[in-house]
């Protein structure tokens, strides 16, 4: 396997950065997490415009334009025979002194992993999953804007321990209001009386590209879709409950914190989601 940093392949086990580097020592840099389907790489533009749109909003400057970083995800698949993959492209504020000061980091670095696949095994899409809510609360929005895909990811390495703990494998995280907010890496949707409802961005939630893609999907497939705040309650009573991420694309949650959802089984309209959204993928992939 080979790793692209700072201009160069290197081998899986040469791929090394310093111990200076900002983003090793304060989480200081931006990442994305992208796939592959079919040698197509899926919403490319969506996820460098997030990349750039973090970097911007955290001061770091990017030393790419958009062609060149979408030139060496090119060459990174290639260079690994790669045709379908997850892709994880990081850029860290780079090597400094041991001080919080950005500037004293010269110049970022870039670091672009591509791998096969490990995604969640086929009878969990089967069976759907058992999820919790957790103590921990997402990063206010005026704070820090969780629209921001930083290095920065305690909260969400919480929920996983949380989750961990409960022993599910994921969990949501609500905002301080008490509002649903998203997973440790996924978005959340709820369905009920067949409208399906996912959590505004300002209540603390990435802006997931999945999520996006679901959105704008289930209204083509003629499904009314609501961006609104809602609470643990309106999770426990909905017809059905799903997450949506790069990774994870759709997977049905059966349910939350003991609540059965629905039938305790992937819902009818979460499979016809995940159907399409496939689908989609792979037509969008023929290219
Ligand atoms: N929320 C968080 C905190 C994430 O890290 C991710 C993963 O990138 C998502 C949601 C889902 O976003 P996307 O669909 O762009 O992968």
Redesign the pocket.
């Known amino acids: 396997q080979w790793i692209y940093l700072n201009g160069e392949f290197v081998k899986k086990e040469d791929a090394k950065i310093s111990v200076y580097d900002h983003g090793f020592l304060y989480g200081d840099g931006v990442f994305e997490?992208i796939r592959v389907y079919h040698g197509n790489v899926y919403k490319l533009e969506e996820h460098l415009e997030r990349l750039f749109n973090s970097a911007k909003s955290i001061m770091l400057n990017i030393p790419y334009t958009m062609d060149e970083l979408t030139d060496i995800i090119v060459q990174t698949l290639k260079k690994n025979a790669l045709r379908d993959a997850y892709i994880r492209l990081v850029v860290s504020r780079g090597v400094g002194n041991l001080g919080l000061d950005p500037t004293t980091c010269a110049k970022p670095q870039l670091i672009v992993i591509a791998e096969e696949l490990a995604i969640y095994p086929k009878e969990l899409y089967e069976r759907g999953l058992e999820i919790v809510t957790v103590a921990t609360r997402r990063n206010r929005p005026d704070v820090l804007s969780?629209k921001v895909?930083s290095l920065n990811y305690l909260n969400?390495i919480l929920v996983k321990i949380e989750a961990s703990l409960a022993g599910v494998s994921e969990a949501l995280m609500l905002n301080n209001e008490g509002y649903v907010a998203?997973?440790?890496?996924?978005?959340v949707f709820i369905l009920r009386k067949g409208v399906l409802l996912t959590p505004p961005g300002y209540i603390g939630?990435?802006e997931?590209?999945?999520?996006n893609a679901i959105v704008d999907l289930a209204l083509d497939m003629g499904y009314e879709v609501k961006e609104e705040p809602f609470t643990r309650h309106d999770v426990y009573t909905a017809d059905e409950v799903f997450l949506?991420?790069?990774?994870a694309e759709v997977i049905a949650v059966v349910k939350v914190d003991g609540r059965e959802i629905g039938e305790g089984k992937p819902g009818p309209e979460t499979q016809r989601l995940l159907k399409a959204f496939r689908q989609k993928v792979v037509e969008d992939g023929v290219k």
């Open positions: 997490g969780p895909k969400n998203e997973g440790s890496a996924d978005n939630a990435l997931g590209i999945t999520r949506t991420g790069t990774a």
